[in-house]
């Protein structure tokens, strides 16, 4: 079975803090994705990844970057933790997905509380 | 956006009972899934639809899908308390999934 491990479930910071939230996949998947969840507002993607050291914004950016140094690892940095950064923060990988048809495999998600 | 949008946003049925979910979306897609999340959980995926089909099963689900409406439905067959969670419909389009609001669906025994 694909496995996605976020390596933080609940993580309570203080504004201003630096924030690393990490995630591994073992399934050699090209492609890996950050989304955050909100009540009411369902998921957002906030940045993708389709290989090694490659990275693309997804709807919602602002205050948030990535690192992707190995292809098993994707890293999702809040440079300056916020309170409206409180959220569930989702990790998920695939292969590739349009044409292709295949599904993501998601983490168990990272409660992240900013306060 | 393509964000699909679910209806309706919670749904309340007895055991036994049929479940239908909706899900409308934007734009052209490659293929609209079907994901499942229980409270407080990762999204784990049901069902695949693509574009050229119009109907597909799995066990106790049945998904529709609509293009000249952009839309579909996902029809769980008589549901179990197990089955309580939210539903979340995703179409995707070249490397993205994109997701809807959900559905959440409670089950009373």
């Known amino acids: 079975d694909v496995k996605v491990t976020q390596s933080s479930r609940y993580l309570v910071k203080r504004t201003g803090e630096k924030v690393f939230l990490e995630c591994v996949q073992d399934?050699?998947?090209?492609?890996m994705f950050w989304y955050r969840q909100d009540p009411g507002l369902g998921l957002r993607l906030i940045y993708f990844s389709y290989d090694v050291k490659m990275k693309e914004k997804g709807d919602i950016p602002e205050g948030y970057s990535v690192s992707r140094e190995k292809k098993e690892r994707f890293s999702l940095i809040l440079e300056s933790a916020s309170t409206n950064q409180t959220s569930m923060y989702l990790c998920a990988s695939s292969l590739s997905i349009g044409r292709s048809g295949n599904t993501i495999y998601f983490g168990e998600g990272s409660w992240l509380t900013v306060v | 956006s393509q964000q699909g949008e679910e209806d309706p946003q919670a749904l309340s049925i007895q055991e036994g009972e049929n479940a239908t979910m909706n899900c409308s979306y934007k734009?052209?897609?490659?293929?609209l899934q079907w994901y499942r999340q229980n409270s407080g959980r990762g999204l784990v995926h049901l069902i695949l639809?693509?574009?050229?089909?119009r109907e597909k099963h799995s066990g106790r689900l049945r998904v529709t899908l609509d293009t000249s409406k952009k839309s579909s439905s996902l029809l769980i067959t008589a549901s179990r308390a197990a089955d309580t969670a939210s539903y979340f419909c995703?179409?995707?389009?070249?490397?993205?999934?994109?997701f809807g609001k959900g559905t959440m669906l409670l089950v009373s025994p």
């Open positions: 399934m050699d998947h090209e492609n």
């Open positions: 734009t052209s897609i490659n293929n």
């Open positions: 995703a179409t995707a389009l070249y490397s993205t999934l994109t």
């Open positions: 639809i693509r574009s050229n089909e």
